[in-house]
T-cell receptor, first 112, second 114 residues
Framework: GQQVMQIPQYQHVQEGEDFTTYCNSS?????IQWYKQRPGGHPVFLIQ?????EVKKQKRLTFQFGEAKKNSSLHITATQTTDVGTYFC????????????FGRGTQLTVWP | NAGVTQTPKFQVLKTGQSMTLQCAQD?????MSWYRQDPGMGLRLIHY???????DQGEVPNGYNVSRSTTEDFPLRLLSAAPSQTSVYFC?????????????FGSGTQLSVL
């Protein structure tokens, strides 16, 4: 079945350094979503990518969807302590809505 | 709006006990789902529903039951709790925007089974 693989599992950076997390699917995805979970909190939706090769930016965050719609990345420029948390990618299985399958997440720690 | 409300926030059970985790949403969303989160495992889908009266299994459904009698409520039942069910449980709701959906999560229930 479809799996959504995410690497790395952990990333420790000093404040001001860049950070990237990668997500790969064994099958083509109709869309991919990214969520952020702060320590002790719940996942919060960040963005959805739908088109092949799509790139979207949110301030210091850049999201990309691969040409084959099987991979995606999240890049944070000049990390800040407020970026701390776990970042998850998620993709639908098949065409049925209502069920998203999540990667295992990348836990980001930012040292001041 | 309250969004997605989960109760209780914390629960301790003994092996073999049963309980129901409550989830309610006030956004009139069609879709609702339950996830469990374990360290290093991400979020795994337990059960989901695409509307009142319709439910289906996710990745890890064993040991859990769900029902959806109304659009607003989607309770998760543990019939006979086991230590392997110690986890953080998140309920989520979503709607179709034509291109996909985005999930709105509740604040979670931390469950320990002794």
């Amino acid at each position: 079945g479809q799996q959504v693989m995410q690497i790395p599992q952990y990333q420790h950076v000093q404040e001001g350094e860049d950070f990237t997390t990668y997500c790969n699917s064994s099958t083509t995805l109709s869309n991919i979503q990214w969520y952020k979970q702060r320590p002790g909190g719940h996942p919060v939706f960040l963005i959805q990518l739908v088109k092949s090769g799509e790139v979207k930016k949110q301030k210091r965050l850049t999201f990309q969807f691969g040409e084959a719609k099987k991979n995606s990345s999240l890049h944070i420029t000049a990390t800040q302590t407020t970026d701390v948390g776990t970042y998850f990618c998620a993709g639908p299985r098949g065409s049925t809505l209502g069920r998203l399958y999540f990667g295992r997440g990348t836990q980001l720690t930012v040292w001041p | 709006n309250a969004g997605v409300t989960q109760t209780p926030k914390f629960q301790v059970l003994k092996t073999g006990q049963s309980m129901t985790l409550q989830c309610a949403q006030d956004m009139n969303h069609e879709y609702m789902s339950w996830y469990r989160q374990d360290p290093g495992m991400g979020l795994r889908l337990i059960h989901y529903s695409v509307g009142a009266g319709i439910t289906d299994q996710g990745e890890v459904p064993n040991g859990y039951n769900v029902s959806r009698s109304t659009t607003e409520d989607f309770p998760l039942r543990l019939l006979s709790a086991a230590p392997s069910q110690t986890s953080v449980y998140f309920c989520a709701s979503s709607y179709s925007s034509g291109e996909g959906e985005k999930l709105f999560f509740g604040s979670g229930t931390q469950l320990s089974v002794l």
